[in-house]
């Protein structure tokens, strides 16, 4: 195991431009172009949303750890940048998918257990047994190319919980910030230190939870805090935050302080704060599409089509 981000395959051969991954994706499409024209689905957003759900279904029936289930979303996306989805029963390769990430994650399921579970939740489109969650398994490896080993953001949050004096909320929804941003195609564009400084920043930043109400209310204040870094500069002393509230009482002090702080070891680091304002963009305008989200259209879509191939039964 590469125990350097740096020297890992992830960034070796899964970090993508977005206009790469672009073109992997039209490809697909240019190769199965009838399957295509025959069922037309939502958006990636919005079908990264709905894996995620149906992944979590069957992770809570089975117990497992969030890390487990994120190094398995990472596995599905990966996966779909090499085969069309089309080709595929996308419930076979949810569970498929977190069978082999509990293996690398270090807390196995046994295989009979996660073909019973997920059968039992999706009776209608999954008949398999385990022999044919044990092909799809090898088709999942060779298709990433034995690269298995996930770096995640987590690691970074943990290690910066203390230097930032973060609270448990903060830390809370930092953690939930790097949920989500699985639903997006960060992982497969950014290191994951920059997903974990961003959503650091957001935490800071943000009033509320993202998926709450009003999701972009408060993009100018992640933006001016990344501005002020571009700029060389810190927020002054006595400054309001970069959401424009007055600074009236301990709580919002300690707040702007740790902005201060962390804006400042931002612009004493090598972050590339640009990358950092991307990622915020991406974040926000996700949690924006997500309000756009229909559960039953996407689920229909891709039901459809998993029906229609008889992929249900094979």
């Not at 051969?13 to 490809?27: D, V």
């Not at 029936?61 to 990966?78: E, V």
């Not at 190319?145 to 995640?152: D, E, F, R, T, V």
């Not at 203390?162 to 497969?188: C, G, K, R």
Request: hydrophobic share 40%; proline share 4%; net charge neutral.
């Amino acid at each position: 195991m590469a125990a350097s981000f740096w020297e890992s395959t992830q960034r070796r051969f899964w970090i993508f431009s977005k206009e790469q991954l672009a073109e992997l994706r039209e490809k697909l499409e240019d190769d199965e172009h009838n399957l295509v024209q025959m069922f037309p689905l939502p958006e990636w957003r919005h079908l990264s949303i709905y894996f995620n759900q149906q992944m979590n279904r069957l992770g809570k029936r089975l117990s497992m750890r969030q890390q487990a289930i994120a190094t398995a979303q990472l596995y599905i996306k990966r996966f779909y940048t090499k085969v069309e989805i089309r080709r595929t029963n996308p419930y076979l390769v949810i569970a498929t998918a977190l069978y082999l990430a509990c293996k690398m994650e270090e807390c196995p399921q046994h295989i009979r257990l996660v073909v019973t579970e997920a059968r039992s939740l999706w009776p209608d489109l999954l008949s398999v047994d385990v022999s044919r969650l044990g092909e799809c398994e090898f088709f999942l490896i060779s298709e990433m190319n034995s690269q298995l080993i996930i770096h995640q953001p987590y690691r970074t949050l943990a290690s910066l919980q203390a230097d930032f004096s973060l609270s448990q909320d903060e830390v809370n929804l930092s953690w939930s910030v790097i949920n989500d941003h699985y639903m997006t195609d960060l992982p497969l564009l950014y290191p994951p230190h920059i997903i974990a400084l961003t959503a650091i920043l957001l935490s800071l930043v943000l009033r509320v939870t993202p998926s709450a109400g009003n999701p972009g209310a408060n993009m100018a204040a992640a933006s001016a805090a990344l501005a002020h870094v571009q700029a060389g500069r810190g927020l002054a002393s006595g400054q309001t935050t970069p959401g424009g509230a007055p600074d009236k009482d301990k709580r919002q002090e300690d707040r702007v302080g740790k902005v201060q702080r962390f804006a400042a070891f931002l612009a004493e680091s090598n972050v590339d704060i640009e990358a950092m304002v991307d990622c915020t963009q991406e974040l926000i305008s996700f949690y924006e599409c997500h309000e756009q989200y229909n559960d039953k259209a996407t689920r229909d879509q891709i039901n459809r089509f998993v029906k229609a191939r008889g992929l249900d039964k094979a």
